[in-house]
């Protein structure tokens, strides 16, 4: 939740888009390369060519991660006082309905290489943070133990950004975004 309260930091004080506008300033003399090929980014290449040959597994450690990034921004929205409905769509529906489907289709490279320069920059300044943060605490800690647990925590059951999304997909249209 550290690196996610770091981030919502640079956002709120205005040092996230002044590090855009200099950059923005620099690219014609210092070209963004694309991520494509970069050991951080070349897994996912590996996971599509092996899609449909097996019954996909949900990675229980991946899994949690993920929705403990989520719910960390979703906490560090909610005491910053934003609305449940604006959280719930920046931090979850965008993922779900958007970003995942176009990372299935086309990997998270491919996603960043054709975003936004905000984006783009965003990538490339916090992605190794969240990549450290996994192979020096989360790996390591992981590996201490015997066991994980199999049951998610009773905090994240009984957060109030489940009764919100509850309340919001009864008005979500019956179309799915479809990346090909």
């Known amino acids: 939740k550290g690196l996610m309260a770091e981030i919502y930091d640079e956002v709120q004080t205005g040092n996230e888009i002044r590090s855009v506008v200099m950059a923005a300033g620099r ?81 998270v490279a491919y996603m960043v290489d054709n975003c936004s320069t905000t984006a783009r920059l965003g990538t490339r300044k916090w992605g190794p943070r969240f990549q450290a943060l996994l192979e020096q605490v989360a790996f390591p800690s992981l590996a201490a133990r015997e066991s994980t647990p199999d049951e998610a925590p009773a905090n994240f059951l009984t957060h109030p950004v489940h009764e919100v999304l509850h309340k919001l997909s009864e008005m979500r249209p019956a179309v799915d975004i479809s990346v090909t």
């Open 27 to 107: 690219v014609r003399d210092y070209p963004m390369t694309n991520v494509e090929g970069s050991p951080m980014w070349t897994t996912g290449a590996g996971v599509r060519k092996q899609r449909g040959r097996a019954k996909a597994e949900i990675d229980g450690f991946t899994a949690g991660t993920f929705c403990g990034a989520m719910m960390a921004q979703v906490d560090i929205l909610v005491e910053h006082g934003h609305p449940y409905s604006e959280i719930a769509n920046e931090s979850i529906i965008e993922a779900v309905d958007s970003l995942l489907p176009y990372m299935h289709a086309r990997g």
